[in-house]
């Protein structure tokens, strides 16, 4: 209305004559408008009110409501011709009041609002002063998209022109319990709204919500802190928080996943990171029980935190007045008197009692009088504790005092003070608040004290001027040389001087043996500002570290701050053993800032875990990160010294001092390892970061290296270390208190974070296109898991417009491999691409290397560059260096040759790598494919045999020109028991990549691979994996999955995604093909059965097994876990559909005292065994549920007989003991 109207045609302009009437009785009416050939003539035209187009097309000037009705026009294509009629119905329109619908509870708030639903009242969504009418509805969105709910629609109609829609719910909350999504749609023609929907998220007044018991976390004030809730399959997650008992939880942030992404944040200090809760630099004030409600639309979950904020003292200890806490602390004191404690800054409000460490009858020590003053000021407390002591022992005797905090349950606020009080003899009782001497007696002690130092002086001076007069002339320069006969004994006196023994005429002494052999070693200097120099030099190494990070190494014009790239996985930390998998369970951090800081995995010594390409050295790099650059929410900012180590580069090395100097130290300083062990010594707080364990080549040699004592907390005993490395290799002794942690990879969010950060920014478009090509890739959502395939995948895929898709990881990685090649391809002038070509596709020489490397008992994945050329050739090694699949680094190397000058004991070596270790394992398993191709290795790789012979290609031999072929290549044709060695080293868990890549490049190694791995049974796993890698006939993979599935099967809740998917992928085979499976072992993984979704058994990850009618006997083991009577009830829903089935397990969980009869009537048809095993008597089992009366009874190994009230509340007491509150799922 009030605008141009036009009712199109398309008749041609040949068209002799047309005529529009605004009516059909063509008789009592004259044309509005004629237009004959280009002539336009009539009374609609003379009143301006219609005009019309060449194509015939009806043009209304000024619309309004009297034009709505029905129109005809008349066409004549020639004045001969057969006149046609169309009729038309016009309909008038208006744009609305209302721009979208309108929620009433919402008012017009942009977005998605959030209210809180009560009792008996009702939600209503209106759309006013439309025309035509546009109805509006009520749905609910879900996780499976909109679905209907009951609501009344009314329709008014008071100006006779405009319509008003009104629609009302009063169930919103049919499909879930405590969250829904309303969504109010508009059904009308486009462009009269600017949105068709407006939505609401509903949360309903259940008082269920207050029953959930909070987790209580402990957070230092002034740091940041990240409040975990559910990360999978959730649509929306809301925020809430109570401050005080009397009032209400009031909601602090909100956001929508389904559809377009929603966030809300309602007051300012919070801020939403994925789904979890972050403030920055919480206050005390932020103190409070916190809760997250996540929902899908159909399942909704609840999880509260008690945060309770501390704030530690300043000092951070408590402090005794006389002690001035630089060492332990003796006051001298008489034997009655006052002592007094002091903490300072301290939150939440404490106390403070002393009393003596151990009672001695004989030293009766008594504590009376004591008073506590506490003062408050801007939030925080000063305590005070004063106490008169009385002392009837001995003179001089000397008893241990303690002060320390009490009345807090907080951890990091349990401090304490142990000090001695040294009695003499005195007269009036005085208040010790310093060291007492009034009777002489201290002067006497110290008299002393200067008497025997004075002889220690005179003794050291006579032995230095004997040593310097047997030196002579052997001094030289700024230089001194130790004479040494061996390695070893160099080694013992670079010890020496490494652990403060500076006695050079023992070192001297030592290397006396052989007076031709001599090291020269740098003379201490007094270089001003060592420490300052020290960390300048560190820091300068770091940021040349993580300022050259490469997502895609082929692509060396793109360099990137790590800061800039990095996004946080998962991170898990290790809970408790489990009995189930013999692993131990596992619960999450929130954040990587959590691994120095959160107070469950505060230890001096730390392990963190990964798979290959799970990022362990990236997270590594951004720690040096945050040290170098101080960031404020880190706790690094506080660390004195980083030193982070690569393990690989190690080999030989013993001395961690010398590491420094070699690794992580410029060329041209000046520090030498004495220097750098005095700089540490006096550092207050190091963090020593170990990266890479399973590749560190001394890990099995037995020699006393650093890393050993470090490790086992035998030296930087006070310092924190962490040891990163592959689960599979971690160090065969550490000590108890060692915390451990793992890498779990990315999820969705994360991925979709690294997609927004690392690689498109802002552009949704290109974001889109990316999250399409994964689409497309089902098969690489469970491979993209780890976080060095998903970056290259965005990166590559950003990169090129064209994408192809994969069915395996091996497919993935030989098309990474070409993008390497083709990238640097496209640079070469056409002469260059021939030979090119050639390089690509012939490695073989690089294959044994990686191979040679990897299969060793200690692995070498470091070489020399001479070694290298040597092996490849100069062209070959340079182009795979420029491509980015070989790296090399620039190493210090100390000579251990005696005979070499001195000028030749520090010398610097280029070492070369692949550019990750994924990539060696890709090239060894060129080698390994080719050799099963041809050799037999079907033998008992897990039987002891003699020491291998097998000689290596390795770089002694080639320095001696003597290289040879490894004896087992050379004598293996036919000799099966040989093979063992081949592949001894070659751990199926450690290097699962080698195997998986073997089978997807060669069918008839895969084969025999797989029948390998299939001879033990730990290896049943690696073996599902390299099944679905191969490709070849039908009946080879139906061979595979019988020989598995006549074993157990088994899923693990720490099986990674891709595991588990196809583990149920070969399940699914064996259904198709009627395999009949005897064993299914759910191990902590399973959740529920979907009833609704046709009877799927669906686990914790949302796989989902479907109704295996070929299964024989199902186990479900929940450690610590109730199964309520509905979950029961679908699970033997579910059996009784299994036709095969002959045998149901539960073990250590908890069941329902009975069952429904209907629940069992098929169950009973086919005597199927249902055991119930809480207490995991296997294999007799606890109780079997009689099918008839549907009770449980004792198995003959239990007693028998039916089960009492008594013994079920006994195996409820039994299992409230073992496992503490029930768990649910």
């Known amino acids: 209305m009030d605008s141009v109207g036009i009712i199109q045609c398309a008749f041609s302009e040949d068209v002799d004559t047309i005529f529009w009437y605004n009516t059909t009785d063509l008789l009592k009416s004259d044309a509005i408008i004629t237009l004959q050939d280009t002539v336009k003539y009539g009374t609609g035209l003379e009143s301006g009110e219609f005009d019309i187009e060449p194509n015939g097309s009806l043009i209304i000037t000024n619309v309004s409501l009297k034009h709505e009705g029905t129109y005809t026009v008349i066409k004549l294509d020639s004045p001969t ?13 208006a744009k609305t009041f209302d721009r979208q619908p309108i929620i009433r509870a919402c008012g017009n708030k942009s977005g998605i609002c959030f209210q809180t639903f009560q009792p008996n009242s009702e939600i209503v969504c209106t759309l006013r002063d439309a025309r035509p009418v546009i109805p509006v509805k009520w749905m609910v969105r879900t996780a499976d998209g909109d679905r209907n709910i009951s609501s009344a629609l009314v329709v008014t109609n008071d100006t006779r022109t405009y319509f008003t829609s009104r629609v009302t719910a009063t169930n919103p909350f049919v499909y879930s319990e405590i969250l829904s999504l309303l969504v109010c749609t508009a059904d009308g023609p486009p462009g009269l709204l600017e949105k068709n929907e407006s939505l609401v998220l509903l949360q309903n007044r259940d008082e269920t919500l207050m029953n959930v018991k909070p987790k209580t976390i402990f957070v230092e004030r002034d740091t940041k802190i990240q409040l975990h809730c559910t990360y999978s399959n959730i649509s929306y997650v809301v925020w809430q928080v109570n401050q005080s008992p009397e009032v209400a939880f009031k909601t602090i942030a909100y956001a929508v996943y389904a559809g377009e992404t929603f966030t809300h944040i309602i007051y300012e200090n919070y801020r939403l990171q994925q789904t ?93 009088d004591k008073s506590i003053t506490t003062t408050e000021s801007r939030g925080t407390f000063d305590v005070l504790l004063k106490a008169k002591y009385r002392h009837s022992g001995a003179v001089l005797s000397r008893l241990t005092v303690n002060c320390e905090v009490v009345g807090v349950n907080i951890d990091a606020l349990h401090l304490s003070t142990t000090f001695d009080l040294l009695f003499i003899n005195g007269g009036e009782s005085t208040t010790t608040g310093e060291n007492l001497s009034s009777d002489g007696h201290s002067y006497w002690i110290i008299a002393v004290v200067l008497a025997v130092l004075l002889i220690l002086f005179s003794v050291c001076g006579a032995i230095i001027y004997k040593v310097r007069d047997r030196r002579g002339k052997g001094r030289k320069g700024n230089y001194s040389e130790y004479k040494i006969t061996n390695r070893a004994d160099r080694d013992k006196i670079l010890t020496n001087l490494r652990n403060g023994d500076r006695n050079e005429e023992q070192a001297k002494k030592q290397s006396m043996k052989n007076p031709d052999e001599v090291i020269p070693m740098i003379a201490k200097g007094d270089y001003p500002g060592k420490k300052d120099m020290f960390i300048s030099q560190l820091k300068a190494k770091y940021q040349d570290l993580y300022d050259a990070v490469q997502p895609i190494s082929y692509i060396r014009d793109r360099l990137y701050c790590v800061d800039r790239v990095f996004v946080e996985g998962g991170i898990e930390y290790l809970v408790a ?37 799970y990022g362990k050295s990236t997270l590594t790099v951004q720690l040096t990160y945050d040290w170098c650059n101080k960031i404020p929410l880190s706790y690094l900012k506080d660390i004195d010294v980083l030193i982070l180590l690569r393990l690989r580069q190690l080999g030989g090395v013993t001395s961690v001092y010398r590491a420094i100097k070699q690794f992580l130290l410029p060329k041209d300083s000046k520090l030498t390892e004495s220097d750098i062990a005095d700089i540490i010594d006096e550092c207050s707080s190091v963090l020593v970061i170990l990266d890479g ?43 108890a208190l060692t915390k451990r942690l793992k890498l779990t990879g990315f999820d969705d969010i994360a991925r979709d974070q690294y997609i927004r950060k690392a690689v498109v920014g802002d552009d949704v478009k290109a974001a889109e296109k990316i999250k399409q090509k994964l689409k497309e890739n089902p098969v690489l959502l469970d491979l993209f898991q780890v976080p060095l395939f998903f970056v290259m995948f965005a990166h590559m895929s950003y990169e090129s417009k064209q994408f192809q898709k994969f069915n395996s990881v091996t497919s993935f990685f030989r098309y990474m491999i070409s993008c390497f090649h083709s990238h640097m391809k496209n640079k070469m002038e056409d002469e260059n691409v021939k030979k090119y070509d050639l390089f690509e596709t012939e490695h073989t020489e690089l294959d044994r290397i990686a191979f040679d490397g990897l299969s060793r008992k200690d692995q070498r994945i470091v070489w020399t560059k001479d070694y290298m050329c040597e092996r490849l050739g100069q062209e070959f090694y340079d182009q795979y260096v420029r491509i980015g699949i070989l790296v090399e680094e620039e190493v210090l190397d100390i000579s251990d040759d005696p005979n070499a000058i001195i000028s030749e004991h520090i010398q610097y070596k280029t070492e070369v790598r692949f550019y990750h270790k994924l990539f060696c394992e890709w090239y060894a398993a060129h080698h390994l494919s080719a050799y099963a191709s041809r050799h037999d290795v079907n033998f008992d790789p897990w039987k002891e045999s003699k020491e291998s012979k097998r000689s290596y290609t390795d770089e002694d031999s080639l320095k001696n020109g003597n290289v040879e072929e490894p004896e087992y290549e050379n004598n293996i044709e036919g000799q099966t028991g040989q093979t063992g060695h081949y592949l001894k080293y070659l751990d199926p868990f450690d290097l699962q990549y080698v195997y998986r890549f073997s089978c997807g490049l060669n069918r008839i190694a895969a084969d025999k691979i797989i029948g390998y791995l299939k001879t033990h049974q730990d290896a049943t796993k690696s073996a599902i994996l390299c099944i679905l890698e191969k490709s070849g006939r039908m009946e080879d993979l139906l061979k595979d999955v019988k020989d598995l599935c006549s074993k157990q099967v088994d899923i693990y809740e720490r099986d990674s995604l891709l595991l588990q998917r196809s583990t149920i992928q070969l399940l699914e085979i064996a ?99 249902v055991i119930w095993d809480l207490r995991g008597h296997y294999p007799w089992g606890g109780y079997q549920l009689n099918l008839q009366s549907c009770l449980w009874e004792g198995t003959d190994d239990y007693g028998g007989g039916m089960m009492t009230d008594e013994d079920y509340q006994s195996e409820v007491e039994y299992f409230r003991q073992e496992y503490g509150t029930l768990r649910r799922q």
């Not at 046609?84 to 329109?93: A, G, H, P, R």
């Not at 191990?1083 to 686990?1099: A, E, I, K, M, P």
């Open 577 to 613: 053993k489990d009995r189930i998998e013999g692993q131990g369970t596992w619960d999450k951090l929130c954040s990587y800032h959590d691994i120095l800081h959160n107070e469950r995995v505060k230890s001096t010594r730390r392990i963190i875990e990964g798979e290959p390409g």
């Open 1071 to 1169: 259904l198709a093909n009627k395999i009949s499976i005897s064993r299914v072992y759910l191990g902590n993984c399973y959740s529920t059965v979907d009833l609704r979704g046709g009877n799927h058994l669906q686990l914790k990850s949302n796989l989902s097994i479907p109704v295996l009618t070929t299964l024989n006997r199902l186990d479900i083991v929940e450690q610590g876990r109730e199964i309520t009577s509905e979950e029961f009830t679908g699970i033997l829903q579910y059996s009784s559909k299994c036709l095969a089935l002959k045998e149901l397990w539960f073990t250590y969980c908890l069941l329902p005292q009975s069952v429904q009869a209907e629940s069992v009537s098929v169950l009973r048809s086919r005597n199927v065994k």
């Open 276 to 368: 979890s809760l972050v403030v920055d630099g919480i206050r005390i004030e932020d103190a409070g029980t916190y809760r997250c409600i996540t929902g899908n639309g159909y399942e909704d979950d609840v999880i509260a935190y008690d945060l309770q904020v501390f704030v530690f003292p300043d000092p951070g200890y408590v402090t005794v007045d006389g002690c001035d806490h630089q060492q332990y602390c003796v006051l001298e004191v008489q034997p009655q008197g006052n002592l007094t404690c002091r903490l300072r800054i301290i939150y939440p409000q404490v106390e403070l009692d002393i009393t003596q460490v151990i009672e001695q009858s004989s030293n009766s020590l008594i504590f009376y």
């Open 693 to 735: 364990y399973d590749e560190y080549p001394d890990q099995d040699v037995h020699v006393d290296s650093d890393v050993t004592s470090i490790i086992m907390r035998k030296m930087f005993q006070q310092f924190e270390v962490i040891l990163t490395t592959r689960s599979s290799y971690l160090p065969k002794k550490y000590p």
């Open 81 to 93: 011709s057969r006149p046609v009629k169309y009729i038309i119905s016009v309909l008038v329109f």
